[in-house]
């Protein structure tokens, strides 16, 4: 007895080490469990969207801890060589596709003289915005990273302001550029729209019966509505380039190189992208000085503005969609004013916002983005995205 005594003293001496044993095997797990969480961040994971207490916050973790391994190699975001490596295969694709469809079919028909082919060659490169898009599509597939926060939310109620500016807020930069163009140049501002007029009256069909005055009016009455509706006219379009530019390699840029200098890059970015169409006369024509280089730093000065107001929009919100408003509304706006000019402005003044005078406006709310992004930085969120 007084062994059997003595084996259960030594069983129950032995039990506190088991379990501080336990705890120090576990420990490893939870730590390394705790740096991926530290790491497992997204662009749009990082904004203050999600305004949840702490208590759901404190629900949320443990399924955060229970996911596996695997499936966070699959997000990726926990190896920055895979990550690396997605944005080479974006490129290549989103670059790749684009410029030789351009090369070798699209400007082709765009020199070819012939109305018809021009026309086709137009809608070709409508159909070749949807190319940024695609491209994130299939790396997403391709490397198995999947649909997983890819900015689909829409928190309207949550950023209702940037939401609105988004709507609205490029349309009254295109607006306020074009007031500063006509009140420099008033002498080509045209309220009877005379070179528009005759243009169109030159192209109508035979036998069409034409009224300058209601035309006129007609496209006025078109314009004002266009205020309103330009964010929603050109979605698909403007979606095929935010998805893949915004969506897809901002966040992966914000990873490596921090908020501002992503904005910057991925705005370079979707300007240098439309290089090819701008060396044979897109957007500026061909007559300048400099031609094409100074053509090509434009379209690229342009993109790198205009998306810093789109990356800023997405980085605040969590959310693809204000940027696709407002890339929209740039798309229907951006040649409205031109038609109140005697002899078409110059596209690389104005009153189109690709012009520096007209582009002023863009600026300004480019500079205050990055201003406002490098003061009040964005924070990795605690719960989970969608």
């Known amino acids: 007895m007084a062994q059997l ?38 662009a749009f994971d990082i904004t203050r969207r999600f305004k949840h207490d702490q208590g759901q916050a404190a629900v949320k973790t443990p399924q955060r801890e229970c996911e596996t391994p ?54 070709m490169v409508s159909q070749l915005m949807l190319t940024p898009a695609l491209a994130a599509l299939v790396v997403r597939i391709g490397t198995r990273e999947g649909l997983v ?8 109620f949550e950023h209702k302001v940037l939401f609105l500016l988004g709507w609205f807020g490029t349309t009254a930069l295109t607006f306020l550029g074009a007031v500063i163009y006509f009140l420099i140049f008033r002498d080509n501002f045209d309220p009877d729209m005379t070179s528009f007029v005759t243009y169109s009256m030159s192209v109508a069909d035979e036998g069409t019966q034409m009224d300058a005055v209601n035309m006129v009016a007609a496209y006025k009455t078109d314009l004002l509505i266009k205020v309103f509706t330009a964010a929603a006219l050109d979605l698909i379009n403007s979606f095929g380039e935010e998805w893949g530019f915004r969506a897809y390699l901002l966040p992966k840029l914000y990873r490596k190189f921090g908020a501002v200098p992503s ?21 500026y024509g ?15 000065i342009f993109g790198t503005v205009t998306g810093i107001i789109y990356s800023y929009l997405c980085l605040r919100t969590g959310s693809i969609f204000p940027a696709v408003f407002a890339h929209s509304a740039v798309n229907v706006m951006m040649s409205q004013a031109a038609l109140f000019t005697v002899d078409g402005g ?3 003044v104005g009153p189109s916002p690709t012009g520096i005078l007209s582009g002023l406006p863009f600026i300004a709310a480019a ?16 719960t989970e995205t969608q």
């Not at 705890?23 to 730590?31: G, M, Y």
């Not at 596709?97 to 026309?119: H, L």
């Open 149 to 156: 926060k890819s900015g689909f939310q829409f928190n309207f």
């Open 70 to 123: 695997k499936k966070r190699e699959l997000v990726g975001v926990t190896n920055k060589k895979v990550e690396t490596k997605r944005i080479i295969y974006f490129l290549a694709l989103c670059f790749g596709v684009a410029w030789i469809s351009e090369i070798f079919a699209v400007i082709p028909m765009y020199q070819s003289g012939d109305a018809d082919i021009i026309k086709e060659a137009s809608d």
């Open 346 to 348: 110059n596209l690389f």
């Open 263 to 283: 904005m910057l890059l991925s705005g370079f970015i979707s300007g240098l992208w439309y290089a090819p169409l701008v060396a044979v006369g897109y957007y």
């Open 367 to 382: 500079a205050v983005c990055l201003v406002h992004m490098h003061r009040n930085p964005v924070r990795p969120s605690t």
């Open 5 to 42: 005594e003595k084996e259960r003293e030594n069983v129950t001496a032995m039990e506190p080490e088991n379990t501080a044993g336990e705890q120090a095997a576990e420990s490893p797990l939870e730590d390394s469990a705790s740096e991926e969480d530290a790491s497992d961040t997204d």
């Open 286 to 300: 061909t007559g300048n000085v400099g031609f094409p280089v100074v053509n090509i730093i434009a379209i690229c």
